[in-house]
């Protein structure tokens, strides 16, 4: 986060004025382990691999958590799936001032049709009208947002994208509705990083991330996400210890590992080289499935010719804290409720634990009712019989 800019004084008396920009593709290619969605080709495999557009869905949420604070809020949008559906669907008045231009298409309408330079034309068509202008998306939908207005209007990100290391973006959506609400009362904002990632970079196993440029985000930091914070080379002791333990708790049985550089670390520490970005399966300590989306996973954890059992490990994202919903899409509610909450393995070493500064790891599974059952305090594998009780809630 950078310095503090109060935009508007808090006793102005006038009702916030809102607005709304989806991008309806964001976050396709999360469950299909894409690992991303920006581009028309990768969107159109997403759909082939069966992928359901969820941004709509997740900006509804965020309204409805306005909407129970502040009543029937003003929320200014764009038309159809870039905002004025996700309007309807809270129960909120759309005032329409973007429409994607048809001639250029029949699909404009749909959630197939719209483009970057579409969301930057509806940010910049809002911008001027309101107060705050929310947008649904990932890390690419936040540049084309700073691209289209810069510091002239504060703005938050709802988290819908595959990847979101920028610091705009409510911890999930409900929270991207409870800051919106703060506005109407406490208007002070703060800089706050938009990260640029490779995703042609991170489908080849490089994590290639740089800083664009800042966006003014209402100052909530407890539920406004911290900026992903790269992992340095993690303590080979601590690693192998908690590869020592892992080995020790799933045995012979079957273990997925998520995305990310600490899990990588420890499969190396088992003997088995997997990509750092997907998600991977082991079977009685070998190797046995790279990279697998959603479904491929269901299958995997539902086998029944496969007796030996099935735990999860998921290592926290560096800086954030996010357990579930960042990266790992693919370890979708399902397969999560197919293992069992008991199952679900939680690693980092005590470096990484610190760096949080006390603050919570986070769920954000698209599942309200998984993300209860799974929080509460949780056991953290930090090395060799060595476990931390953390705190563990919903996004």
């Known amino acids: 986060m950078g310095r503090h800019l109060a935009r508007v004084p808090p006793e102005d008396p006038r009702p916030v004025r809102y607005g709304l920009v989806v991008n309806p593709v964001a976050g396709l290619g999360g ?67 973007y429409t994607p231009d048809a001639s250029d298409g029949p699909d404009r309408a749909d959630a197939s049709g719209t483009t970057a330079a579409d969301t930057v034309a509806a940010a910049r068509a809002l911008a001027r009208h309101v107060d705050l202008l929310l947008f649904a998306g990932g890390d690419g939908t936040a540049r084309d947002v700073l691209d289209a207005v810069g510091a002239s209007v504060p703005v938050l990100g709802v988290p819908t994208g595959v990847k979101m290391h920028s610091a705009v973006f409510g911890v999930g959506p409900r929270a991207a509705g409870e800051v919106a609400a703060r506005v109407a009362t406490t208007r002070a904002f703060t800089e706050a990083e938009v990260m640029d990632l490779d995703e042609e970079a991170v489908r080849s ?9 800042h966006l003014l985000v209402p100052d909530v930091p407890v539920r406004v996400q911290q900026r992903k914070v790269g992992s340095s080379a993690a303590d080979p002791y601590a690693v192998g210890g908690i590869a ?43 190797f046995f499935a790279a990279d697998v989306n959603a479904a491929e996973l269901l299958r995997l954890v539902t086998d029944d010719d496969w007796t030996g059992g099935t735990w999860i490990a998921v290592t926290p994202i560096g800086g954030q804290g996010f357990l579930l919903g960042r990266g790992n899409q693919q370890i979708a509610p399902e397969v999560l409720r197919a293992v069992g909450p008991d199952r679900l393995l939680a690693v980092a070493t005590e470096a990484k634990l610190a760096a949080l500064g006390g603050r919570p790891l986070l769920l954000d599974t698209g ?28 996004a």
């Open 31 to 97: 469950r299909v382990g894409l690992k991303g969605s920006d581009g028309p080709d990768v969107q159109a495999r997403a759909r082939e691999l069966g992928a359901v557009p969820r941004a709509s869905e997740r900006a509804a949420a965020a309204l409805e958590e306005l909407k129970a604070r502040v009543g029937a809020a003003v929320v200014l949008t764009a038309a159809g799936p870039m905002g004025e559906d996700a309007v309807r669907a809270a129960g909120l008045e759309p005032d329409v001032r």
């Open 244 to 286: 020592a333990e892992l080995a020790g708790r799933v045995g012979a049985g079957q273990l997925v590992l998520g995305p990310g550089g600490t899990t990588r670390a420890v499969a190396a520490a088992l003997g088995v080289d997997v990509p750092v970005m997907g998600v991977n399966v082991l079977r009685d300590g070998r």
């Open 367 to 394: 599942d309200p009712g998984l993300d209860g059952v799974l929080a509460g305090y949780r056991t953290v594998i930090t090395g060799r019989g060595r476990t931390a009780r953390y705190p563990v809630q919903g």
């Open 205 to 213: 196993g490089r994590v290639s991330a740089r800083l664009y440029g």
